[in-house]
């Protein structure tokens, strides 16, 4: 039987509504730029995501740059005796020079010690955490609200000494000295006592003595008798020994005793003779000299005495800056301020010379005059195993002696000598020294940890 079919048209000859729809259903073209819009916001949001998540990795490493450098710089600042506060301060601007800006209350996070970590509650440690909010550029509309990086470093100074330290600083407080210049030499050598004195003194000792001279030297009643063989009087100043001992050295004893300022002065000689020839009482007058010790407030308070006053003795100050370092003065430095044995591997003695090197005054004419005397002395002190450090201090560039002894007769070598010509540049030279002679000891110097 066959099967009729009947296929309806309309009257205009066009097939019904249902079969356009059917066959607009079976039409794929241009379905694939419908896909493509409807991926389009995903592909994109991936692009700008991946974009956004290289800068953000770019920006970590330069805020852990950052914080490393910051945390270095306050380890350096502790160890040069500098305040918790201080130190913050040096962290800020090391943190600053690496581009940190902080953009939050919290974006810069300083703990002196640590508050977390392996060095958590180590004073000699400094942590630092950064912080930054990271706008999102490209993919600002997959997130509601700025992403965050931070870094952490932890910076440490060991503090672990591998040898003793003995350190002796000459100090000028002649006339020239006067003033603003007074309190500068003054807070500088404070500054080397707080580096150069450990917190531990085991099994390693780190100590300073002080030799401040101007026309003389000051030993103190303590000391006048023992070093002249005369009684104490009134007059507690000393100056240079003849003979052979006069660049050594030796123990004070008979034929090695040093000078009495109070009659050796009729015998001044140099380019303010007649001044000195004049002085009825000690020169200086309140400037002592103080054996090794770690005892900062002792020190402190015996370089706050410090007057200004007299002529230029370098020779002698050079002289009792190694008497104070010798181990051959353990019977008149006695007890915990006897110095170490010449022994490098064991001690590093460390002598630090300030002056203009205008040496001016002198009082033994067979010893030659105050320069060739300072130059000798400076010689065999760096022979005996003595590392000599000079500042010199507004030294006149037009007189050759000053500067070769300043530059080439006494520095150990032609990286110890520093040039001072302002307060500022006084401070400075003394702290580099002292973070110098404190690294020679150290088993390990300020170091990255965390």
């Known amino acids: 039987m066959k099967v009729m079919r009947i296929r309806l048209r309309r009257r205009d000859g066009k097939a019904p509504a249902r079969s356009f729809w059917s066959s607009l259903r079976a039409d794929s073209r241009g379905s694939t730029l419908v896909l493509v819009s409807l991926a389009m916001p995903v592909v994109i949001g991936a692009l700008g995501l991946a974009v956004d998540t290289g800068l953000w990795y770019l920006e970590k490493r330069h805020l852990q740059q950052a914080a490393d450098n910051a945390s270095l710089g306050a380890v350096r600042a502790l160890q040069t005796g500098a305040t918790v506060a201080d130190a913050r301060a040096v962290a800020v601007n ?22 977390s970590g392996a060095y958590a509650g180590k004073t000699n440690a400094v942590e630092i955490v950064l912080s930054r909010k990271l706008p999102v550029a490209f993919s600002a509309y997959l997130f509601s ?33 006067d003033g603003a210049k007074l309190e500068g030499m003054q807070d500088a050598a404070k500054s080397v006592i ?23 030297v000051n030993v103190g009643s303590d000391y006048y008798q023992a070093v002249t063989g005369k009684t104490s009087t009134k007059w507690s100043t000393v100056v240079e020994r003849a003979g052979t001992a006069a660049f050594t050295d030796d123990a004070p004893a008979s034929g090695k005793y040093l000078g009495e300022f109070r009659t050796k002065k009729s015998n001044a000689m140099g380019a303010y003779a007649s001044t000195v020839k004049n002085y009825s009482s000690n020169v200086p007058a309140s400037a002592l000299i103080h054996p090794l010790t770690t005892e900062k407030d002792k020190l402190n308070a015996t370089i706050d005495s410090f007057t200004a006053a007299g002529t230029t003795a370098g020779h002698l ?3 009792w800056t190694w008497y104070l370092l010798s181990p051959k003065w353990s019977g008149i430095w006695t007890d915990d301020t006897t110095p170490a044995a010449y022994d490098a591997t064991k001690t590093l003695k460390v002598a630090v010379l300030l002056s203009d090197f205008d040496m001016n005054s002198y009082y033994e004419s067979a010893n030659g005059n105050a320069s060739v005397q300072v130059q000798t002395l ?4 760096k022979a005996a195993g003595i590392t000599v450090y000079t500042v010199g201090y507004n030294v006149d560039s037009r007189s050759t002696t000053a500067v070769n002894l300043w530059k080439t007769y006494c520095p150990s070598d032609d990286k110890k000598w520093y040039s001072a ?12 020294i002292a973070q110098s002679a404190v690294g020679g000891v150290m088993t390990m110097g300020p170091a990255l940890v965390e």
């Open 94 to 115: 090391d943190a600053r020079r690496n581009g940190f800006v902080a953009d939050c209350d919290a974006c810069f996070q300083f703990n002196s010690p640590p508050v």
């Open 317 to 319: 100050g050079v002289a």
């Open 194 to 216: 707080d580096i150069v004195v450990q917190p531990s003194q085991s099994p390693f000792k780190s100590r300073v003595a002080i030799a401040p001279y101007s026309s003389s």
């Open 378 to 381: 400076c010689a065999k002190m």
């Open 421 to 432: 010509k302002t307060v500022d540049e006084l401070k400075a030279a003394f702290r580099a």
């Open 145 to 177: 609200g700025a992403s965050m990086v931070s870094a952490r470093s932890v910076g440490y100074q060991s503090g672990v000494q591998g040898k003793n330290l003995e350190v002796a600083l000459m100090l000028d407080v002649s006339s020239s000295m």
